[in-house]
Structure formats: C-alpha cells, structure tokens
C-alpha cells in the first residue's frame, strides 16, 4: 500500500493538461523501461478530459501507441456503440486519433455481445482476460498495470463501486457484474479493489466542488467499504489529482499550493 500524494492544479482544464502530460512521460518511462505499457482508463467527466486533453498534446507522439495495452476500469453494461459506454467515450476523445494495435484495446463486453445480457458472465470472461495478461512477475490473476486511472464520483465511488454495494466488498475475483447500482445505468462490469490494488500506480480524478466532500472523506481515513475511494490505492504509488474547487475541503498543509 503507498501513502497518498495529492496535486492540486487550478482549475479543471489545467488538471487535465497536466495529468495528460503526466501519463504520456509514465508511459514513455514504462515503454522504455519493458518494452510495452498498460493503462486502465475511466470514464465520466475527468477520464474523458484527460483523454482529449492527451489527444491535442504535441507531445502525445512520443508514445509507441502500437506496444500500449489498455484495459477499462469499469463499463457501463449497453449495446455497442451506445454513447453512453466509456468505450465509446474514449474512442471519440482518443482511441481513433491514435494508431493503436486493436488487438491490445481490451473493452469490456456490450450487452449485446457474445454473451447477451448476461453482465455476471461478461465480468467472467474479462476476468479470464486479464488473467492470461498476467506474466509469474505479476501480482496475481492481473497485469501490473503502470497506471490505473480513476475518477471519483460526488459519493465516493470509483469505477463502479459503490458505497456499501457488495461489489466493494468484494475480497477474491478481479472483475464482478454490478447490478442495482444507485447512478444509472444500474447494471455494470466492474474491476473489484484487489484488482485495482495490483497497479503499480493508481490516480484518481476529481473535480469540481461537487467532489469537495468525497476528496476529502477518502483522504481522511474513511473505510473502504463507506468510502470506495478510500480503499484505491496503487503498490508503489497513489496520486490524487484535483483542481481547487475539489481540494476546498482538505486540510491546507495536506497538498503543496496549486500549479499556475
């Protein structure tokens, strides 16, 4: 487990820059160091910024998109293509500006594929993916992921685990179909907490003051259970990314003055 590190920028856009030129250097250092990458992206507001932030980057050009895995943190369970799937949110803010191997693009199954409307049996079988992306150096049934990127949600929640929702309380499989989940849609693909533990570095997202309170409940030692993002953390590091308005609730002397 690695302490927290928390970086405040001033506003929403500047995180956004910010956080893309952070991931492009993570990238290029693990490409560099291994040969290839992998990054677990996120949906919603933040994950989306960042992704088209990194997309007019110049220096996004450094990546060898064609050795870079990337896999999803969670899934909104909708037929293919629907604009809701962060699948598809990512593809029109990144994935189809960048020549990616496909073969490498690991999305999550929609409701209408192989396995129909089964959402528990799609978590099984990317599960099952993940596990055989696993090398004898990794933590577990998962790749050691060099970045899993997270947003947080006003309540808490991070991918698609929710407070006091059993998919949080999940201690064995990697990847669970959620159902009933408070924020529509209700059913979704979820990475579980051991699976998120197993990147080397976790960051999550967040702002706007409507995250103010769910920062500041996940860094002052909230249980897991109240608080998911609070049980997010990376094996060798665990950064907090936030702008001012989503920092206004912590301590001063928690995080360094904000980035010009």
Known sequence: MSAPQVVVHRDKELMAK????????????????RGSASVVLTGGRNGNGLLAALAEAPARDAVDWSRLDLWWGDERFLPEGDPERNHTQAREALLDSVPLDPARV?????????????ADAAAEAYAAALAAAAGPEDHGPVPSFDVLLLGVGPDTHVASLFPEHPAVRETERTVVGVHGAPKPPPTRISLTLPAIRAAREVWLLAAGEDKANAAAMALSGAGEIQAPAAGAYGRSRTLWLLDEAAASQLPRGLYPPASP
């Open 18 to 33: 910010a956080a893309a030129a952070r991931l492009i250097t993570r990238i290029v250092d693990a490409q560099s160091a």
């Open 106 to 118: 690991h999305a999550m199954a929609p409701s209408d594929g192989g396995y129909g409307n089964d």
